[in-house]
Structures are given as structure tokens and as C-alpha cells.
């Protein structure tokens, strides 16, 4: 079940962003908007608090980067760097990770960031509710060897460790600031920022000021970080045209152009991919989804190219596969596997037996386009497929969970081969509800999840090429995430977020 939660959090989010209301759409933007003296970030999301229970990444990270270091980062392009730690190394089993601290950093209330601060974050982390928890599935013991050395014992290898450790398990707060009765409102890390609570207005407007004695003087780059919330993107349409943020996560494509004749800039990533998932392989729920022809004849009765045009305004790029391209399974010849061919759907159709149609049921919700809806439900009727659409409200990923529809509409993200395997290949993954599991491919998980770097690698890329073939998914497109910055601004997209690490946003050169 941890590992389900990430997954659940992921595909929460994207359904019910519009959902998130509250606050006040004005920004504070600094007087020196985009110069070194004030950074402005515009938010499509707050955090519920900044205590372990409220720990965030996604559309939340910058909130919590700003006031707690990780221990680890990224790059641009997903490679671990250096945070709070700089050696790390497996034994041989990949089942022992030793982590070697940076010295002399302390939280801003002058607590010492040693071994004991970790292993007290970390323990305190997996006894906590946080919809993060399964960050630490695998963990089994974390020790304080010495002052600076943390040793991490899995229970078996966990291929996204390295990368939880640059998210909320890496997040670091003082141990002593959990039992202050504000510890939601007023975090106490060792980032570059300390949040001025004063100044601050919670649920719309955030200030950060610099901490006066961080260790990295490369990343602290601003004098004053303002996180400004909008509820809506209408209204942080209206604060981009203003020039009141420098930047900001930006969806509304229509709009786009609008924000980019404002002087502003769209840095993109590809994270996310959308489209079909078709779950029921076996047929329990959809009899006619057990069979591939049928499951293949969905692929090429979708019009791809059209549904991105008419949708996302060409905001994304056609794909067959469900693993990303910042992915080691990515293969880009299969982005083309399944073309729009609506006689070939009928004929696949027919030689499974549904020559005069079938029917499915699929979940909806207002979250959802219902424009993309349509265009999936005309397309497949094309070809004789008759789908109904059943509005679930806020029960949809329960429902999906509950394995009460045989196939959905769905985006998640796909940053890495075992995030891609655990949200939806594994056996117990939480898109893979009806339990499909097939001897080849829990052969190339295990490969995937236990084998040598060079081994992992060609089983993700023949598991990817096995569930196209397959056609375990109908995937439309990767969506581009696109991130809207001042030209006074370098930055640079994350591999696995929808917004920038904040280190990932300089001052131009």
C-alpha cells in the first residue's frame, strides 16, 4: 500500500489542480522583479503545512526546498548531485546505502545537521501519515554510524532511493522544532531561505529571506523569494501579463502565446504521458479486453495527432509508450508503433469476434477535459466501439483503485523505469488494479529493480517494447509541462517535476 500512495498523490494532482481554491490572487512582486535583490515565483498550488505530514513534492517542492536542504539533488537531466551529502555508495547486494554528510551546517536554530538529525528525520518520516510515505517502503533500519556517516538498510533494492533522498525523505527540519506548537507555519531547515512569517500571508502569499548562514553561497542567489498563489490560471494569466511574477508553471496553451508577447519565455519537459489505460487484460470486468487484437484495435482507432491539436494545441509529441523519454526504457521508434488506422482497428476487431461492436464503461470526472472525452468516445465509436462514460466526481481514483472499470482515461508522470513500473506494471502498482501479471514481464521487473546498471537498462527497454506489443496502454501523447520565466532568468526544466528545482533558476548571465 506505501507504494501505492505516491502514485495516488501524482494522479490526484492532476485531476484536482482546478479543484484547489482559496487565497489571494494579487502577487507582492519586489521592486527589482528578476534582478538578483528579489525572485517572484507564481504558484498553482500550497502547502497544507510545512510539518512532516504536509510534505510535498510535484507542484509544492519549491514551498519546502527554499526552507529545508535535501540530501541529494539533481541536474537538469535526473543525475544525482551532491545536497547535504556528498559521498553515497551501495555494497555489493544494493541493499546498504552509506551516506557521507557535509560538515559544520546546522538548522537555523542552531541544532547540528549530523548523522542523528538524519537517522531522526528519516525515522521520523516513516512514522508519520504523509502521502509521501512511500518514499521509505523499503527501508528497513537507518543508523548513525559516526557523526557523519548514515547507513540506510533496505529490505531490497530500491532503484528511485537515490531520488526519494532529493524529495521528501531527503527533506531535512530540525528535530527540535516538532514539538513547537507552529512547526505547520513556521519551518525550521538548513535551506537557503527562512520563511518571514511576518510578512507571510498563509494560503496566498509567501516570503522567504535569506539565511544568513547557509553553506552554499552558489545557490543563495536571491535576497528576498516571494511564492505568490493563484487559484486559477486565468488569474495568473492576468499577474504574467502584469509582469508581477518572474515565473511561474503555465497549462493554459490557448493563453500562450499572450504570456510570450509579455516578454516571457516557456522553458519545456516532458513528464507526463496521457491517453487509455486499458487495465482489465484478463477480462474479469470486460471480457473483450482480454484479448490483444482488441486491446491493439483501441490504439489505432485513436487519432492521435488530432486529439493533441484539438486539446493541447500541439503542446506535446504522439506516443505509443507509456516510459518517458528522460527514461533508460524510452525507445523512440515506438513513439509511431500505433498509427491512426481506424480499418485496421475494425479488422483486429473482427478477427476477435466483435465484427458488430462492443461496449465498454469508462469513469469520468468535471476534472477532465470533457472535450477529450468526446473526441475519444466518437473515435472509437468509429470503429464500433461503443463507450459510456460514468461521471465518479472525486471517487474516480478510487474507483480506478477498486478496479471497478475495465479502462480509463489517465496522465501520469513517467520519470524514471521504476516509477513507470510502480505506478503501473508491478503486480500490487495502483494502475495495474485488476493484478496482471505475467511470468516475462515480473521476469524484467526483477531485472529492472535487482540487476547491474546495463542489465536494468535493456530490461526496461524490453519491458516497454513487451506492454506496446502487448498494448497494455493506449497512450496518446507526452504532454509538454511548460514553465514561463523572465529573460533576466536562466532556467532550466527538471527531469521528474512539472516546476524547476529551485537551484534549477539562476539570474541570466
Known sequence: ?????????????VLLTAACGGGDETATGGETTGSTASLVLGQIDIPASFDVLGYASGTKMQYFTA????????DGAGEIVPGLVTDWAYDDTRTVLTLTLREGVTFT??????????VANIEHFRGSSTPD???AAYVDTVTAVDATTVEITLTEPDPMMLTWLTQPLGYMSSPESWENEDVATNPVGSGPYVLDTEATVVGSTYVFTKNPDYWD????????????????????????????????PFSQFSALEQVEAAGYESNVSRLDWEGLMLLDRDGALDPALADVRVRQAINHAIAKDSILSAILLDHGTVTSQIFGPSTDGYDESLDGYYTYDPDRAK??????????????????TSAI??????????????????VSFTDVGTNFISDLMG???????????????????????????LFNSFRTQRPEVDALLETVQKGTEEEADAAAQELNRYVVEEAWFAPFYFVDNVYVSQPTLDVTPAADMVVPYLYLIQPAA
Not at 526552507?67 to 539533481?74: A, E, M
Not at 542567489?221 to 511561474?248: C, E, H, I, R
Not at 479502462?407 to 521504476?418: G, H, K, P, Q, V
Open 67 to 74: 526552507v529545508y536542504d535535501t540530501l541529494l539533488r539533481q
Open 217 to 248: 553561497d552558489s545557490l543563495q542567489l536571491f535576497d528576498t523569494l516571494t511564492m505568490s498563489y493563484y487559484a486559477d490560471q486565468s488569474a495568473l494569466l492576468n499577474a504574467l501579463q502584469g509582469g508581477q511574477v518572474d515565473a511561474a
Open 1 to 13: 500500500m506505501r507504494r501505492r500512495m505516491l502514485a495516488f498523490a501524482a494522479a490526484a494532482a
Open 347 to 364: 479488422a483486429l476487431l473482427a478477427e476477435a469476434g466483435y465484427a458488430d461492436g462492443l461496449e465498454l464503461t469508462m469513469p469520468s
Open 109 to 118: 536554530d542552531g541544532v547540528a545537521l549530523d548523522a542523528d538529525a538524519v
Open 133 to 135: 510515505l512511500s518514499n
Open 369 to 386: 477535459d470533457q472535450a477529450l472525452l468526446t473526441s475519444i468516445q466518437q473515435q472509437l465509436a468509429d470503429v464500433g466501439i461503443t
Open 403 to 429: 478496479a471497478k472499470y475495465g479502462s480509463s482515461w489517465m496522465r501520469l508522470a513517467s520519470s524514471s523505469d521504476w516509477q513507470t513500473a510502480t505506478f503501473a506494471l508491478t503486480p500490487d502498482a
